[in-house]
């Protein structure tokens, strides 16, 4: 059988990740709230941990929606940064455009 020939891997997708981690964190805290009512009800089944680890939930993604605006914001200044040394031109891969296998220096 013979091989295909390898392909280079296509560039990362862009995702809104603030918005979807703000999206899960909401959900944890609404599920915290609808539980809530329910908590005598769950902790006689023996389910009484069940709202804290809504609100644990929540609380990591707070955390979570910490670090994706941080990484969004050194995303956008490294980009700013890129476009200000027009002159210089940096590949992804750190080759710096030098396609070739080997060297000659």
Same mark, same amino acid.
């Given at each position: 059988?013979?091989?295909?020939?390898?392909?280079?891997?296509?560039?990362?997708?862009?995702?809104?990740?603030?918005?979807?981690?703000?999206?899960?964190?909401?959900?944890?805290?609404?599920?915290?709230?609808?539980?809530?009512?329910?908590? !005598?009800?769950?902790?006689?089944? !023996?389910?009484?941990?069940?709202?804290?680890?809504?609100?644990?939930?929540?609380?990591?993604?707070?955390?979570?929606?910490?670090?994706?605006?941080?990484?969004?914001?050194?995303?956008?200044?490294?980009?700013?940064?890129?476009?200000?040394?027009?002159?210089?031109?940096?590949?992804?891969?750190?080759?710096?455009?030098?396609?070739?296998?080997?060297?000659?220096?």
């Amino acid at each position: 059988m013979p091989k295909t020939p390898l392909r280079p891997s296509p560039p990362p997708l862009e995702a809104n990740d603030v918005a979807i981690v703000g999206g899960g964190t909401v959900l944890w805290f609404v599920a915290f709230l609808a539980l809530l009512p329910f908590h !005598g009800t769950l902790a006689e089944q !023996g389910r009484g941990d069940w709202q804290w680890i809504c609100l644990a939930g929540a609380g990591l993604g707070l955390i979570g929606l910490w670090y994706c605006r941080a990484r969004r914001d050194a995303i956008a200044r490294d980009r700013a940064a890129a476009e200000a040394r027009p002159d210089e031109h940096h590949e992804p891969d750190g080759t710096n455009g030098d396609t070739s296998a080997t060297r000659s220096d």
